[in-house]
């Protein structure tokens, strides 16, 4: 009697079929998930910005006033000399970048604050994912 060896493994059409449905997949899904990292950025600085005015208004609560814009936001971390109640854990773990690499421009009277961020571009104005992001903006 001799035995036959049962066959194991894929035929190449089998595997064509699993590359094409795969490479299907990948183009129809890869351009709606790529087109979405902008709009995460543009998410992350306005929850950004929010936190931003969270530890501001914490600063303010603490020492009556904001950090001016000299001071920057580097007051929350820091803290400054006109500070005298400033928590020993500071408001911020260290200065806020936006998700593009740049620094939040910070503006205050010493009454109002503003927040801003300059979008992807990194130039004041623009579009789109270009708009600037300003904390007066938000909801």
């Not at 699993?18 to 299907?24: A, D, H, N, R």
């Amino acid at each position: 009697m001799r035995r036959v060896a049962s066959q194991a493994g894929f035929t190449l059409i089998e595997i064509m079929v699993v590359v094409f449905i795969l490479g299907l997949l990948v183009t129809l899904v890869a351009p709606k998930i790529i087109g979405r990292t902008d709009y995460a950025r543009q998410t992350k600085a306005k929850a950004d910005i929010k936190a931003i005015e969270e530890a501001l208004n914490m600063f303010k609560l603490d020492n009556g006033f904001y950090p001016s814009s000299a001071e920057g936001l580097a007051a929350l971390v820091q803290g400054t000399p006109r500070a005298k109640r400033f928590s020993p854990d500071g408001y911020l773990p260290k200065v806020p970048v936006d998700p593009w690499g740049n620094e939040y421009i910070y503006l205050s009277d010493g009454r109002d604050i503003v927040i801003m961020s300059l979008g992807a571009d990194g130039v004041e104005g623009g579009e789109g994912y270009n708009a600037d992001i300003d904390s007066r903006a938000l909801d």
